[in-house]
């Protein structure tokens, strides 16, 4: 009986043993892939909410969907869609309207960032107050800046009404000259037109319908645009600014150069990474647009404001011609991912590189 | 404190990140200008400070006006006797719209922070093969146009009975949301010494009590940090808000802002003031944390 309990005691406890032994070993293989465990619900969740659904949207963009009721029957030929798009006059407009924007407002929006980071970065007195007064805008959302400029920018008050009460048409008036009135986003006017050029290089392109030039009405949004972002810029510069030596600068000047010139040859060189980096954002900012435009001016007198965001949102939820929207946002994706995936996969490359 | 090499998509480092924001270069209160240079740059400062001011002078001045006060002709004038007119007719409009933004923005800013730290923390200091990959991956979710994942976004928000709720709006942008806040903790948590962890595991402890134990309480500056970026983020956003909820009542400020200024029978002094109440929250954060909110922005942007 003694012997039988001391033999049952033993057995019980080798398998105590075994068993806290495989729970030790399985608890060793749980924790050593727990960081995959930790990462994997929200994972699979980003994976599926961008990739998934882009894919989605893709299956949407080649099938026949194009009322309230679901059709996810594929189109012949697949890219049926896609050729409309193009052809359409409307969609063509908002291509050229995103390409005129986007060069403008990366060009002005980088300029004014670096004229101002140079500037806050050599003013001796109130840097901290001007640096916050012209990234201020930045806390703003696009809707509230769309929504006040589009006042500012309403032809009958705002920037045309300083014109009249600060006397500068007065003066032009007096002058002999027209007094100024500018119709802002309500001028439907786009000054020149590569139409028949284009049509003569490669004849296809006659059928563009809109008009290839420049929409006046693009302007107050480059400016609102402007407004808004360009004191990120300028945030951006000034940390590039603050990795250049003074040393530098002194060095070029006991050389014999100006402060300008110090600038222009030596320390705006050394931002290029920065300048970069800036452009690589306002880029795909820009190429995404769509609040500021909606609040600001909507698709505009013909058209000229309008952009692919808001075509898109306008096929898919007013008018449920849903594979146009998606083939329309499926254009937008192309463009965003051309000026992205160049700048990540670098930058994944320099990260390997680094990783020893 | 060991420099971790992988720093390529650029942040600051935990030494630096509550440090003084970006671009004070050189300490001290400031002087008075000396040379004809250093005049002249301030004074084309003041004018552009002065020109970036002019729309916070509009909406301030509109919302200070009666209607009667308001027409279009003086828009520039200062108004003639202090009124709250134009901010409590705003403020009519668009109070229950600004009380729905916060019940979206302060539990997905929360959520997406908490998920951003484990996941930073995993891609910075538990790596494994292939995480570097994945979390580009992931990372590309931050620069995609929502506009290509809209439809199958409402069709997924219908199927779990989410759609046309704030809740479901707070789960989009928690998901969205993570990709940036990834991204923000992974460069923090790359400035914090292996040496912390090395010895929490010494201890024996396990993945996630060191993160809890070890990480966590090191994380207050980076929560800050990627909280403050978050809010504003979310505050701002338009498309989800337009999109996931298009019922009048529930809409989130921005919508509401948007519909209140496309509206004909709203005077403009009265879009004025909205524009400039639906904006207080994410210009209060400015204003009152501005360093941190630099910080945000200068870790967030992929550089």
Same mark, same amino acid.
């Given at each position: 009986?003694?012997?039988?309990?001391?033999?049952?005691?033993?057995?019980?406890?080798?398998?105590?043993?075994?068993?806290?032994?495989?729970?030790?070993?399985?608890?060793?293989?749980?924790?050593?892939?727990?960081?995959?465990?930790?990462?994997?619900?929200?994972?699979?969740?980003?994976?599926?909410?961008?990739?998934?659904?882009?894919?989605?949207?893709?299956?949407?963009?080649?099938?026949?969907?194009?009322?309230?009721?679901?059709?996810?029957?594929?189109?012949?030929?697949?890219?049926?869609?896609?050729?409309?798009?193009?052809?359409?006059?409307?969609?063509?407009?908002?291509?050229?309207?995103?390409?005129?924007?986007?060069?403008?407002?990366?060009?002005?929006?980088?300029?004014?960032?670096?004229?101002?980071?140079?500037?806050?970065?050599?003013?001796?007195?109130?840097?901290?107050?001007?640096?916050?007064?012209?990234?201020?805008?930045?806390?703003?959302?696009?809707?509230?800046?769309?929504?006040?400029?589009?006042?500012?920018?309403?032809?009958?008050?705002?920037?045309?009404?300083?014109?009249?009460?600060?006397?500068?048409?007065?003066?032009?008036?007096?002058?002999?000259?027209?007094?100024?009135?500018?119709?802002?986003?309500?001028? /439907?006017?786009?000054?020149?037109?590569?139409?028949?050029?284009?049509?003569?290089?490669?004849?296809?392109?006659?059928?563009?319908? +809109?008009?290839?030039?420049?929409?006046?009405?693009?302007? /107050?949004?480059?400016?609102?645009?402007?407004?808004?972002?360009?004191?990120?810029?300028?945030?951006?510069?000034?940390?590039?600014?603050?990795?250049? /030596?003074?040393?530098?600068?002194?060095?070029?000047?006991?050389?014999?150069?100006? =402060?300008?010139? +110090?600038?222009?040859?030596?320390?705006?060189?050394?931002?290029?990474? =920065?300048?970069?980096?800036?452009?690589?954002?306002?880029?795909?900012?820009?190429?995404?647009?769509?609040?500021?435009?909606?609040?600001?001016?909507?698709?505009?007198?013909?058209?000229?404001?309008?952009? /692919?965001?808001?075509?898109?949102?306008?096929?898919?939820?007013? +008018?449920?011609?849903?594979? =146009?929207?998606?083939?329309?946002?499926?254009?937008?994706?192309?463009?965003?991912?051309?000026?992205?995936?160049?700048?990540?996969?670098?930058?994944?490359?320099?990260?390997?590189?680094?990783?020893? | 404190?060991?420099?971790?090499?992988?720093?390529?998509?650029?942040?600051?480092?935990?030494?630096?990140?509550?440090?003084?924001?970006?671009?004070?270069?050189?300490?001290?209160?400031?002087?008075?200008?000396?040379?004809?240079?250093?005049?002249?740059?301030?004074?084309?400062?003041?004018?552009?400070?002065? #020109?970036? $001011?002019?729309?916070?002078?509009?909406?301030?001045?509109?919302?200070?006006? *009666?209607?009667?006060?308001?027409?279009?002709?003086?828009?520039?004038?200062?108004?003639?006797?202090?009124? @709250?007119?134009?901010?409590?007719?705003?403020?009519?409009?668009?109070?229950?719209?600004?009380?729905?933004?916060?019940?979206?923005?302060?539990?997905?800013?929360?959520?997406?922070?908490?998920?951003?730290?484990?996941?930073?923390?995993?891609?910075?200091?538990?790596?494994?093969?292939?995480?570097?990959? $994945?979390? !580009?991956?992931?990372?590309?979710?931050?620069?995609?146009?929502?506009?290509?994942?809209?439809?199958?976004?409402?069709?997924?928000?219908?199927?779990?009975?989410?759609?046309?709720?704030?809740? %479901? #709006?707070?789960?989009?942008?928690?998901?969205?949301?993570?990709?940036?806040? *990834?991204?923000?903790?992974?460069?923090?948590?790359?400035? #914090?010494?292996?040496?912390?962890?090395?010895?929490?595991?010494?201890?024996?402890?396990?993945?996630?009590?060191?993160?809890?134990?070890?990480?966590?309480?090191?994380?207050?500056?980076?929560?800050?940090?990627?909280?403050?970026?978050?809010?504003? !983020?979310? @505050? !701002?956003?338009?498309?989800? %808000?337009?999109?996931?909820?298009?019922?009048?009542?529930?809409?989130?400020?921005?919508?509401?802002?948007?519909?209140?200024?496309?509206? $004909?029978?709203?005077? @403009?002094?009265?879009?004025?003031?909205?524009?400039?109440?639906?904006?207080?929250?994410?210009?209060?954060?400015?204003?009152?944390?501005?360093?941190?909110?630099?910080?945000?922005?200068?870790?967030?942007?992929?550089?």
């Amino acid at each position: 009986m003694a012997v039988d309990t001391s033999h049952n005691t033993r057995d019980i406890a080798a398998k105590r043993a075994a068993h806290s032994a495989r729970r030790r070993r399985i608890s060793r293989t749980i924790e050593r892939h727990m960081p995959k465990l930790l990462i994997a619900p929200w994972t699979i969740l980003v994976l599926i909410f961008v990739y998934g659904f882009i894919g989605f949207t893709v299956v949407v963009s080649i099938s026949k969907w194009n009322s309230f009721g679901e059709n996810l029957h594929q189109r012949s030929p697949w890219y049926e869609t896609y050729k409309q798009l193009f052809l359409d006059s409307r969609f063509q407009a908002d291509l050229r309207n995103l390409f005129i924007f986007t060069v403008l407002f990366l060009f002005v929006g980088t300029m004014m960032g670096l004229l101002l980071a140079i500037l806050v970065h050599n003013v001796v007195m109130a840097r901290g107050f001007f640096r916050s007064v012209f990234l201020f805008p930045y806390a703003l959302s696009f809707i509230v800046s769309g929504v006040v400029w589009r006042w500012l920018f309403n032809p009958e008050t705002g920037v045309n009404l300083l014109f009249k009460v600060t006397g500068v048409n007065s003066a032009l008036h007096a002058a002999g000259l027209k007094p100024l009135h500018p119709g802002w986003t309500t001028d /439907p006017t786009v000054v020149g037109s590569l139409n028949g050029a284009l049509a003569k290089v490669f004849p296809p392109l006659k059928e563009i319908g +809109a008009q290839l030039g420049i929409p006046l009405a693009l302007i /107050p949004i480059v400016i609102a645009a402007t407004w808004q972002l360009g004191g990120f810029a300028m945030a951006m510069f000034l940390a590039g600014l603050s990795t250049v /030596p003074e040393e530098v600068i002194e060095a070029a000047k006991c050389d014999g150069a100006t =402060t300008v010139q +110090a600038y222009r040859r030596i320390v705006i060189p050394m931002l290029r990474p =920065t300048l970069v980096a800036t452009l690589v954002i306002f880029g795909y900012t820009s190429l995404k647009i769509f609040d500021l435009v909606f609040a600001l001016s909507g698709s505009g007198p013909g058209f000229s404001t309008d952009v /692919p965001g808001i075509f898109v949102y306008d096929e898919t939820f007013r +008018a449920f011609q849903y594979n =146009t929207g998606a083939a329309a946002s499926v254009v937008m994706l192309v463009l965003v991912v051309a000026v992205v995936i160049p700048y990540l996969a670098r930058t994944y490359r320099g990260q390997e590189g680094d990783a020893t | 404190v060991s420099a971790d090499t992988d720093l390529a998509i650029d942040g600051p480092a935990l030494p630096d990140l509550l440090a003084t924001p970006t671009g004070r270069t050189r300490a001290g209160r400031g002087r008075r200008p000396q040379s004809i240079g250093e005049w002249v740059v301030l004074l084309v400062l003041v004018i552009f400070a002065a #020109l970036f $001011l002019v729309p916070f002078y509009v909406m301030i001045t509109a919302g200070f006006k *009666t209607a009667a006060a308001a027409g279009v002709d003086h828009m520039w004038r200062l108004p003639s006797s202090l009124s @709250w007119s134009g901010f409590s007719a705003a403020w009519t409009a668009l109070h229950a719209n600004i009380g729905n933004s916060f019940e979206v923005v302060i539990p997905a800013t929360i959520i997406s922070c908490v998920i951003g730290s484990l996941m930073g923390y995993i891609f910075s200091k538990l790596k494994f093969r292939g995480s570097n990959l $994945l979390f !580009n991956i992931i990372l590309i979710g931050m620069f995609i146009p929502y506009q290509s994942i809209l439809v199958p976004l409402v069709r997924f928000l219908a199927a779990v009975g989410l759609y046309g709720t704030l809740t %479901g #709006l707070a789960l989009t942008h928690v998901v969205y949301g993570i990709p940036i806040t *990834t991204l923000i903790f992974r460069n923090y948590y790359a400035g #914090l010494p292996n040496a912390l962890l090395e010895a929490a595991q010494i201890d024996g402890a396990s993945t996630l009590q060191t993160f809890r134990r070890v990480i966590l309480p090191l994380s207050i500056p980076g929560f800050i940090v990627t909280g403050l970026f978050q809010f504003t !983020n979310i @505050w !701002n956003d338009f498309l989800f %808000g337009l999109v996931v909820v298009p019922d009048p009542s529930k809409q989130v400020a921005t919508v509401a802002l948007n519909n209140l200024s496309g509206s $004909l029978t709203v005077n @403009w002094n009265v879009v004025m003031a909205g524009a400039l109440l639906a904006a207080i929250p994410t210009m209060f954060i400015y204003l009152v944390l501005g360093r941190f909110f630099v910080r945000g922005l200068m870790a967030g942007s992929v550089k």
